[in-house]
């Protein structure tokens, strides 16, 4: 029952007791009532010795004792009679009235009093269930995770090794007189596994775990974050050795702005000390560690990482592709996959897919196969999976004009014949002109392995596939469309990262001219202070490379106008080509009939080559 209702109830049951011992006060108090014309006939005929007002009642009482009250029409009247008669007139204030105003003040001291009472057994409550409720513990009934489902990032598992032993054997580390560990940052982009690496621990280990979050420390009260960082602690002493985990802790370590007294900041500030005092606080006796995750590690407070603190780092990167390969198999492990379904083909398809987005795609791809009502997971619903993850569902119903599919086709085409043609870019693995999640059309390029360094060739032939697309457009309706935006703020970012970060300009120098302000690993970045012409210069550069680039393209395009048309004609027709049928159309027979000006455009079906004709077969089929 609700502390509120219970305090209700009693709150209920006072009140009733207060009425009766009312009523009963009342009772006794209470005189004989006569009717008015009674009183009158008293007053004439009998003996009255006194008569007092109260209110508009009067008690008469007898010579002899006798007394009764009455109510009285018009006091004034009744008081200049009763003086000729010579009785005894006493005024009274009217108590009942007095009393009534006593019984509202009671009730509302008592109604605040409950609900005080209520609301800080509640807030108590809150309080201690605070720490309770994130614990997990190793008692079979939530589920332990080992290190075995962690795969595809052995190193980081080698350094925590380190602490599972601690946490199974703390005494054999304070004979030997070693300090132990306190605190691990594991840093790492969302979803590359540092929860479930944390959790993994407390598993191996077998010991208690409480998952937190950095914003579950960040209240709307000053102080509130501190008081359950020291609660949190107090707690998990009684339940050591164990493990607190903190999941973004960047929302309470980050950087401490000096002199900021935004109340926000002063929370945080607060509640990160609070956590670096018990941190420092632990003795060797209290086996806890703290494992704290990041994808921000870049804003936190360095006080953070000194001795005795976080001092051990994990950086955890997206797998590459054997990390990819076993993170599939430990969660192909759980679904029904095809016996031929080679996995190491499906992780070179997904590259920089962290373990989250494993996890999900094997997911989705179970899904599609279960909505095919097909036994087993296959290369396919794989295949399909991918495309909804990286580009949206398909929105097959979105009604485009036949003029805007032409443009689209041949924005897809200029963007694939030049990837294909650049012999510094990665091979097509599609071309689709069907609108997914929010983009129309789609070229997508696979690399071959996981680059890790770019050169300066590669990134200006991906620049260059950027432009091809608007490119296309141009030479084929002289025309520009809004289709390019995505294409050229990505073009634009590469151009900027390459002369700034890369120091990949001649004239500009191997300088930095951006600081890296954003997340793990990338993202935009600021310009760095400098001079109005340095940045004009700067400016130059990016323009620049991108206009060659764009140069390059149309130069392209123009030079093999007729594959241009040919691919987006298909295009249209097909909607989706992948990779083969991409080969075939590029290497036909037909490309050369076109280039003489034989035919407009071909037609497999007419063509005298039609036997031997790959593309016509395919299309046949
Ligand atoms: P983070 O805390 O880094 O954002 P999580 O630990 O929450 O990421 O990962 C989410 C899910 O992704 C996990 O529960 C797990 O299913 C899957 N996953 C992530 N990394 C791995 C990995 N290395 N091995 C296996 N599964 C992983
Ligand atoms: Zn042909």
Redesign the pocket.
Known sequence: MPILVRNLIIFLFFTVLLILGYGIWNIEHRFRSVTYSEFRYCLANHDLATITFIGNKVVAQHTDGDSYETTVPNAEKLISELQKKDIQIIFKKDRSEQIFHGTVLLYIIMLALTVIISLSKKKKEAESKFASDKLILPDGKHKTFTFD?????PEALEELQEIVNFLRNPDQYSQIGAVSPKGVL?Q????????????AIAGEAKVPFYHFSGSDFVEMFVGVGASRVRDIFKEAKTKAPCIIFI?EIDAVGGKRAGGATASGQDERSQTLNALLVEMDGFTTSDTIIVIA?T?RPDILDPALRRPGRFDRQVT?LP?DIK?RK??LE??GAKVALASDLDLSKIALMVPGF???????LVNEAALMAARDSKNVVDYIDFEHARDRILMGVERKGMIISEEDRKVLAYHEAGHAIIAKLLPNSDPIHKITIIPRGRALGQTQQLSVSDRTSYSFEYLKSRITILMGGRAAEEIAFQQRTTGAQGDIVQATELATNMICKWGMSETVGPQAMVVDDAGFLGGTSRRMEMSDKTSEFIDEEIRNLLKTCNKDAVVILKEKYYLLKQLAAILLEVETLDEEDFEIIMSCHFTEKIQAGIEETHQCETCPAADSCTHSKRKLE
């Open positions: 489902d962690v795969a595809g990032i594991l790492g982009s969302p979803g590359t596994g540092k929860t479930l690496l944390a959790r999941d995750a994808n955890i797998p990390g076993t993170i430990v969660h962290t373990g989250a987005e494993l996890a999900n």
